[in-house]
């Protein structure tokens, strides 16, 4: 029998991605974090890990010095959503970068290519 998924992981999901883009933007000091995004979380069933995806202003280059900065302040970052969100547990906390923009720009730019190819013949 296939369990029926529970709407509070999507719950805490969107609660993390608010409070997390507010921490990155107004609380962490870490220069090598810089313009950091939440584009999105994802939390597991049992709410004991999510999965953070971002985008940096730098871009993909610096994709895993972002990472690795944004994992050296999840103990910092899990303590403050601690104190902001009234849960037992905060999840424990994954970054991933998010291409997907980036990715969608370039596939922009190629359509626009060719129509402006076809334009021309």
Do not use: C, W
Not at 3 to 27: G, H, T, W
Not at 28 to 50: E, F, I, N
Not at 113 to 120: L, P, S, T
């Amino acid at each position: 029998m296939k369990r029926k998924s529970s709407p509070r992981p999507q719950r805490l999901a969107e609660e993390l991605r608010k409070e997390l883009a507010d921490l990155l933007r107004n609380e962490v000091k870490d220069p090598r974090v810089g313009q950091v995004t939440v584009t999105g979380v994802d939390v597991s069933p049992d709410l004991s890990h999510a999965k953070v995806h971002f985008t940096h202003l730098a871009g993909r280059e610096h994709a895993d010095e972002t990472v690795k900065a944004l994992s050296r302040a999840a103990g910092f970052l899990r303590s403050q959503l601690a104190h902001r969100l009234a849960i037992y547990s905060v999840p424990e906390l994954h970054f991933a970068y998010d291409d997907s923009i980036e990715a969608g720009m370039k596939l922009s730019q190629l359509i626009d290519d060719a129509v402006a190819a076809d334009r021309k013949k």
